[in-house]
């Protein structure tokens, strides 16, 4: 279970907190790894790493529900989850399912204003879902984040209206999901109070649209961005064309990545060593993890404590 939720985090903070997402427990493991404070669950990748196809009407909760539960349960940072609209259904379900999620460790839940068909829902049908989002929150320490994707160019006033009425119905926090310059960030933070997120940060002409600096000011205190499975995919491809060419796994075996370590298997980046000493307190025997055994990888030295114990 997480140390800190995304509450006290963002509480005891004095700047705004890069949020990567994620898809699984690997890419979760390595989010952490790497230093980052807490992770969100993307729907959209989600859909890809467990699909195999791009989030388009095809997820459902019970898979959210699945993924999200596990990674909060093996990982020591928190977690927010992308519930997309909550799958179009009524305020009772959002109910349920926001208090599922809460209940399996997630500590903040992103909800959308979208439809079935992509359009945005009359205020009303949103607003509704909103108060179930946030009576189910209450007592626990997940918090909501209420998502307009409403089209800034077109409609900013009416995004800023909906997450305006989100705050004051008790949304923790708001995003409107399509900003993407500091001046439309400057423009919502004139026109919605409390928290609110940054939604996947990007950089065009090879520098941020914005940093963290800049719009914490502002009362952003979350910036969410996407690279876990472009990363893992550009991973895959650049070893895989080389072991596909070569037809061994030479190419795999001795690059050494960040780690410093080489080898091919990521049992390692686990601390498979960590859990046997765990396991040995309860048999009085250590027996050593046999890919370790096999192949001499052990978690490397320059990683953070594993906590393992925390991690089930």
Known sequence: MYKKSFRQLIEESDRCIMVPCVYD?????????????????????????????????????????????????????????????????????????????????????QMEDSGDDGSLLPREEFYAKVRAAVDALKGTDCILIARTNGDCGAMMDECCARMQAAHELG??????VRTRTYDEAEYVARHVEGWKMFPDVTAPDGKPAVTLEQIYPLGYRIMTTHYTLKAAMDGMLEHGY????????????????????????????????GYMRMEETYTGQYQEYFLSKLYDEKYPESFPASENEKRF
């Open 25 to 109: 427990c690997a890419s979760a493991r390595a989010v952490e790894i790497v230093g980052f404070e807490a992770m969100m669950l993307s729907g959209g990748e989600l859909s890809m790493a467990m699909n195999g196809i791009i989030e388009h009407d095809t997820s459902d909760y019970t898979e959210c529900e699945w993924m999200a539960g596990r990674i909060a349960q093996s990982s020591i940072i928190p977690l927010a989850a992308d519930i997309g609209n909550g799958w179009a259904r009524s305020p009772i379900a959002i109910y349920r399912e926001c208090r599922r999620l809460a209940s399996l460790g997630v500590s903040a839940i």
């Open 242 to 273: 080389r072991n596909f060419a070569e037809q061994n796994v030479t190419y795999t075996f001795n690059k050494k990545g960040p780690s410093g370590m080489a080898g091919f298997s990521a049992a390692a980046y686990f601390d498979p060593d």
């Open 171 to 176: 949304a923790h926090m708001t995003t409107v």
